[in-house]
């Protein structure tokens, strides 16, 4: 049986040697398809051998056609050179390149032509397209990477430039991909935010001239924005509906996204490490290898372009994505930095009560000559503090142990505070300028993690509190601080290294930690969501959405990173932020890797069963949230309530969470709200769970409707001032 990966391998390759003759030259068209199930991207040469991007979009039923596509555009002279597929300067292309080099002999022009390309085949479902493209003036080449995900419609795209000229390079621009999207207007929808306000959303139609989404940061790249956006074409693709391209770097350093509406009215797009500040030398015969740009596409809407994404995540990105979590409660806000041994334990009792996996102890555990009692002193020290844990964490690991439950703790290795042993035995670990007052974020410096002692010392920390506690089941890595006054002392005089070596030493930590402790669930944190990318996550199991748990402020934050990140990588905890009750904040907490950080002590009777009954209703439910598929119904931004699905493989079970947004008199659901991804033909038992002890659902205890009913015509949640938030099971009666 020929499956269709195969297919469109052998298609990919008929079409590559089947070349064709155009022209009084006899140049020798190549044309390459870079498919998945749905999409495909068509690359091809032109009579000087330049390679363009001539397609973008959903696959065409015969693929032979692709090679007529280039036709069909009649293209004044200047038009020729827009779609390049990776877009050199200094020659006859003027403009915005993807890459920009000073080669040795201090020439600034760069041509980039067709010269071979190799596929390699992983396994059935992914394959690794390289395009090799060489300056015929210099000794200088870039190889185009490809890697598909066919089931999951996904691209990683990212390039490898390599010189063998008689000196070094600089590469003053280096993107990691160039895509050419040809469309009837294009809209971005891009995110913005800052502490406790992250994932913000604005869309726009993108006007001709360039747009940029850039962070110069260096660390907390997310902070203020995400790489994470969409493009819709033609029109603004809405939840079901509409051509829509995400795309996303895998980076966690500076990076910059342009968007340019060119003279052809099309739109270039060149994704990558910000160049800012970033000029990097090349010796010859050294591999510059970008991070990848992440993209997948969907004409159907947002709804499958975030499905795809987050299948491809649990599948091939995250850490154990198809595997499960532990439930936990942390001590962050319920102690900040005031603990002790003695009241740990209690929180040890109170984990085991609640009836959660697992104790996380976060931030002030460590520190002895300036301990962390605040935020001011202490990170770099980890040494536990004596006059806190006198028996070290070794004991609570056993304590934990003993009580039933397991043990997380929290760290912020790539930092430092002034007030540390570690700043004045190693001043010059950490990044800031010789010359200059030192400026802190946090009150607290960046280490310089271009430093390979520095790499070793970061990754010691967690290697030494595995070994010296073995038990230990779960770290939270936190990072605080921003990058100001970069200047390493390691780098001497490549100090434009920093921003891109940062990152790479940071990954080689990530790589050397998951290498030595491969599953240990970890949570990539940044004071709340500073850093939230795919190139970080492939070393976590979950991400911190934001230091914001107000769940009403948290189903929209929560509802704009399930667009692109899957549920189980959300770490929701029920806190006492605001003012909803514990079932608000439970039901929204649910949708992700639940957790709680309240004193459960001071929970009352009611609130406590609730809690353990929204527990068992989870571990019910838990697979279906984490590894199902999510389906958006009801927008919060646009509604009373915000409505939102996970519906499991077989479409025998889903569970749907409402919640209300807007408490002004008389909101709620007026009208019922249509399901998805159900099958039409299958009956389901729709029950509302998630209720307080005695409470009765005013939805009913026996409302069985085929999945049509509830696809057609829906069902209506009751949301309203008295049930603001309602979860409803939906389960297969056979
Ligand atoms: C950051 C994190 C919080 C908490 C504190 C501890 O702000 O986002 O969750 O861990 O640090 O200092």
Sequence with gaps: MITAYKKHIVSALILVSSLFITGVASAQIITIPVETQHNALVLQTDADKNLKMVYFGTRLSNTDEYTQIQKMYKQ???????????????????VEPAITVIHADGNTSLNLVYVSQAITKIDDDVSLLTITLKDPAYDFEVKLCYKTFFKEDVTEQWSVIEHHEKGTVTLSKFASANLYLKGDGFWLK?????????????????MHGIKTIDTKLGTRADLYTSSAFMISMDKPATEDEGKVLYGAMEWSA???????????????????????????????????????????????????????????????????GEGPRFTLLNNWESTYFDFNEDKLKELLKDTKNLGVDLFLLDDGWFGNKYPRNGDNAGLGDWQENKKKLPNGIGSLVKEATADGVKFGIWIEPEMVNP????????PDWVIKQPNRPEKYFRNQL?????????QDYVFGIVDSLFIKNPALAYIKWDCNAVIYNAYSSYLKKDQSHLYIDYGRGLYNVMARMRAKYPKVPMMLCSGGGGRVDYGALQYFTEYWPSDNTEPLERVYIQWEYSYFFPAIASSNHVTNWGKEPIKYRVDVAMMGRLGFDIVVSKLSGQELDFCHQALKN?????????????????????????????????????????YLVNKRYNSGTKVPIRLKGLDPQKKYQVKEINLYAGAKSSIGDNLVLTGDFLMKVGVNPDVNEGRTSVVLQVDEVK
């Design 190 to 206: 891009q995110y913005h935010g800052n502490w406790a306000s992250e994932m913000q959303p604005e869309e726009s139609k993108l």
């Design 254 to 320: 500076n990076f910059k996204e342009d968007f340019e509406v060119d003279p052809a009215n099309n739109l270039r797009l060149i994704a990558g490490m910000n160049n800012a500040a970033s000029e990097y030398h090349l010796k010859p015969g050294e591999e510059f290898t970008t991070p990848a740009f992440l993209y997948t596409y969907s004409d159907h809407g947002k709804g499958d372009a975030s499905r795809k994404l987050q299948s491809w995540a649990r599948k091939y990105k995250i850490v154990d």
């Design 419 to 426: 007030a540390s042993d570690l700043y004045h035995k190693h």
């Design 446 to 454: 960046v280490l310089d993690l271009t430093n390979p002692k520095v």
């Design 76 to 94: 004044s002279d200047d038009s020729g050179v827009l779609n390049d597929a990776y877009t050199p300067s200094g020659s006859a292309n003027l």
């Design 618 to 658: 989870y571990d019910n439910l838990k697979d279906i949230i984490w590894h199902g598929d999510q389906y958006r119904l009801q927008s919060p931004w646009d509604n009373d309530a915000a409505s939102l699905m996970y519906v499991n493989s077989l479409r025998s079970q889903a569970v749907v969470f409402n």
